[in-house]
């Protein structure tokens, strides 16, 4: 209520002071129709007369000069639905944080992952040791990322993979990535296909740690079944 209203919270009334006080055009308590039907079946609940409450009991804050905070009601037919529409919103809200922290973009469209991946084998034919092998490794795993999109838009991967290699291999634009939908090789750029900078190093850094971790394991103790 505080960060909606532009007031500050106080442990008593006695600690209130005028600028503690903030601004609502509207603030009411209103009741709207329960659809979680699954939570209300499984758990319902009883008013003090025995009637099985069907309401939610909502606080409503509203015509706030500068919010700080809101509430977003999602909605569905399905209990499906509602959790699919809660993790997009989530998602969102995290891109639009890391923007806010790190105000920059790179291509989308698989454009970062296939320029990556012909950096990396440029860096690996300079070693003499397995350790260009390891280095050609990860430049394919960055190019499972392409593999996936296409595969997820109906087309082939490896048509897809070997199509941005050669692009990126003869010089094409930084941020040439995959038009799903026109099928066909596209600045991403250009598309407005972008993903924030912060979102994909903070991609590439907890994929590569997760690997590591899986090659440090040396053992696997399997329990009596």
């Not at 600028?19 to 699954?38: N, Q, S, W």
């Not at 409503?60 to 399905?78: H, L, M, Q, Y």
């Amino acid at each position: 209520m505080a960060k909606a209203s532009g007031g500050t919270a106080v442990s008593t009334l006695d600690d209130l002071r005028p600028e503690d006080l903030g601004h609502a055009e509207v603030a009411e308590e209103i009741t709207a129709p329960r659809f979680d039907t699954k939570r209300l079946h499984s758990d319902p609940r009883k008013s003090p007369d025995g009637h099985e409450i069907t309401e939610h009991r909502l606080f409503v804050i509203d015509g706030c000069k500068a919010p700080r905070s809101v509430t977003v009601f999602v909605r569905a037919d399905v209990e499906s639905m509602v959790d699919e529409s809660e993790r997009a919103l989530d998602a969102s809200i995290a891109t639009c944080e890391a923007i806010v922290k790190d105000p920059r973009i790179v291509g989308g469209a698989g454009s970062v992952e296939a320029e990556l991946a012909r950096r990396m084998r440029e860096f690996a034919y300079t070693f003499e040791d397995k350790t260009q092998v390891i280095v050609l490794w990860y430049a394919e795993a960055l190019e499972g990322v392409v593999e996936a999109l296409a595969s997820n838009a109906g087309i082939d991967p490896l048509d897809a993979v070997l199509k941005i290699r050669a692009a990126h291999a003869q010089g094409a634009e930084l941020w040439t990535g995959i038009d799903l939908y026109e099928r066909r090789l596209c600045d991403s750029i250009e598309m407005g296909v972008v993903e924030p900078t912060l979102i994909k190093k903070s991609a590439f850094k907890i994929a590569t740690e997760a690997a590591i971790q899986i090659i440090k394991i040396d053992r696997v103790l399997a329990g009596d079944r």
